[in-house]
């Protein structure tokens, strides 16, 4: 770990907007003690997108859930800016799979909802406009005040981001946020996102499973085996990424290549090198 | 106007039997007062009034929400009242203290409209204050005991406790210890409702879903934030779903109360006439408190769809 983590050592610390330093994390219950996440080492550059990539059970959510501050670590520490996490705080926006919308609330009423828990000092007006702004951006004026249970997944997972970039913080945790949703509507959100957070220039840590999801949005793909960090790529592609483009170029094979060589050697192992490949 | 009258010819054809009995019930109680000469006369009016309201209710229904079954219970409805109007005419109900005849029942709101009046505004406010305050404190109690554990852990057995005991066994008591019926009276429903209400608050914030609360703590939401922006809101639909059901159970202490000693409301009402023997206001009572509580139902259920539009 230590040895892939060393190409970053020349950029000095201060300049890391996230730091994760040696965590680990147990699940523990009465009758056994699961190993989670064990030595953990990664930093993340202000404006940087990192996909951490991961097949179930390899630890890549409570990863995420350390970082969001809803779980605390075993031992280790994880930074922000420099500082140590406490808990959860709005510096760190979170989009869960499970969208987790409030129901009670309208499109818009989720996004005001985040905006006044950003402390932000406004007008009433202020902050209605500033809703609509971020509603409009994910593309669901039209939806603007309708409740939860009248959107399906996709719209459901925009209006989470639209909340998440309504906190207007720094840092975006995504925790497989496309996980749920039918592959057609993926493309669309994967390449919102990455514009939006673009735009706002977001420091992003991505959980996914989708090899390809990974090489369209992060700039660093972290792959992970149960427990720790197994690889880390660079993705130099060019932003905006669009997947026709990408897929089939020589880059982009190699690069897919060594990351299902990653991804799978270990379940590979499990089961059948040959099935894996 | 045209959409008003779009039903099928089944369920036209029904409801011209609905009405069909509704008129001849009218018409028997005007043509044929005296059918047996040993029976009790009352004045027909006021039964006559009810029958040509509940026949406006149901057309109502019936039209404005276009379904068949409201005319099923028209049929059943007006086909009950008739076949009571029936036997009592030809004297088949023997005996005319325990049984009136409709006219009779209906008539005890013209005669005693002033006393009913009285006891059921009684009732009303009796049950306004006893709930009031039960739901306010059960529901906030709840809410902090549901979320703090702490706060759970001391206050749950105490309620499991108490809740076992029927309320009405305080009645007797209350009535003894407070200084008036009407405090006691309040005191009894306030018991009735409070510990069931925090008992389901608990239960409900119990079963919050915890993607709820942990989005919500992700946005930093802290305890009070989260009692009142988010597992409040989240838990209302619940909390007002249970007032009709509560609201039941009030009632039956307050009526129960009333009857045990209070001297004021619908359920003093009926006791009173059971002691005169006087079985028709008994009966009267009775159906004062079913229509009441079906009014409170409906409103509750009114307001809830007002409230409540996210489901």
Redesign the interface.
């Known amino acids: 770990m230590a040895g892939q983590e060393g190409r970053e050592t020349e950029i000095k610390q201060s300049e890391y907007k996230l730091e994760i330093k040696n965590v680990s994390f147990d699940y523990v219950d009465k009758k056994s003690k699961f190993e989670a996440l064990s030595g953990i080492d990664l930093n993340v550059k202000q404006g940087e997108f990192i996909c951490i990539l991961g097949s179930s059970g390899c630890g890549k959510s409570t990863l995420l859930s350390l970082l969001?501050?809803?779980n605390k670590p075993k031992s280790g520490e994880i930074l922000v800016d420099g500082k140590k996490i406490k808990?959860?705080?709005?510096d760190?926006?979170?989009v869960?799979q499970?969208y987790?919308?409030?129901?009670?609330?309208t499109v818009k009423g989720n996004v005001l909802?985040?905006i006044k828990?950003s402390?932000r000092k406004l007008g009433r007006k202020e902050r209605s406009e500033l809703a609509e702004r971020y509603v409009e951006s994910v593309g669901l004026s039209s939806a603007k005040d309708r409740?939860?249970?009248q959107l399906s997944g996709g719209m459901k997972q925009r209006v989470a981001v639209a909340?998440a970039l309504a906190?207007e913080s720094d840092i975006l945790l995504l925790d497989e946020p496309f996980g749920a949703i039918d592959p057609r509507l993926r493309l669309e959100l994967q390449e919102l996102v990455s514009k939006l957070c673009t735009e706002h220039q977001k420091t992003v840590v991505f959980i996914t499973h989708d090899v390809d999801e990974a090489i369209l949005l992060a700039d660093r793909i972290v792959v992970m085996e149960p427990g720790k960090i197994r690889s880390i790529h660079k993705v130099k592609f060019d932003h905006p990424r669009i997947r026709e483009e990408l897929s089939g170029t020589e880059e982009y094979e190699k690069l897919h290549r060594q990351l299902i060589l990653a991804f799978y050697d270990r379940v590979g192992e499990q089961i059948d090198a040959g099935v894996a490949l | 106007m045209k959409k008003f009258f779009k039903l099928d010819k089944g369920t036209y054809l029904e409801f011209g039997i609905a009405t069909l009995l509704m008129i001849v019930n009218i018409v028997l109680t005007q043509v044929f007062p005296y059918f047996t000469k040993h029976k009790v006369y009352y004045d027909s009016a006021a039964y006559d009034v009810v029958l040509v309201i509940a026949w406006v209710l149901i057309t109502l229904k019936l039209f404005l929400g276009k379904k068949k079954s409201t005319v099923d219970l028209g049929i059943v409805i007006f086909g009950f009242f008739l076949l009571w109007e029936v036997s009592y005419k030809l004297g088949w109900l023997h005996n005319d203290l325990l049984i009136p005849s409709p006219e009779g029942l209906f008539h005890v709101y013209v005669e005693k409209s002033a006393e009913i009046t009285k006891d059921v505004w009684g009732s009303i406010t009796l049950l306004f204050w006893g709930f009031l305050l039960a739901a306010v404190f059960g529901t906030l109690l709840g809410l902090l005991a549901g979320w703090i554990p702490r706060i759970r852990e001391v206050l749950l057995p105490i309620s499991n406790a108490i809740t076992l005991i029927p309320p009405l066994m305080f009645s007797a008591y209350m009535i003894m210890i407070l200084t008036t019926f009407r405090q006691a009276a309040i005191a009894v429903i306030f018991f009735a409702v409070f510990w069931p209400t925090f008992q389901g608050m608990v239960q409900r914030v119990g079963q919050i879903?915890p993607?709820?609360t942990?989005?919500?703590?992700?946005?930093?939401?802290g305890t009070m934030g989260m009692l009142w922006?988010?597992i409040f809101?989240?838990c209302?639909p619940g909390i007002i779903g249970s007032i009709s059901k509560s609201l039941r159970g009030a009632f039956m202490c307050l009526a129960g109360a009333e009857m045990l000693g209070i001297n004021l409301g619908i359920g003093y009402f009926t006791d009173k006439y059971k002691a005169f023997a006087d079985y028709r206001c008994v009966l009267a009572g009775i159906v004062t408190v079913g229509v009441l509580t079906t009014v409170i139902d409906m409103a509750v259920n009114k307001a809830r769809t007002a409230l409540?539009?996210?489901?």
């Open positions: 969001s501050g809803l808990g959860p705080g709005v760190r926006a979170v869960f499970h987790s919308l409030f129901p009670w609330l909802f985040g828990q402390g409740y939860p249970s909340r906190l | 879903d993607q709820i942990q989005a919500a703590r992700t946005m930093g939401v922006k988010v809101p989240y209302l409540i539009k996210w489901e």
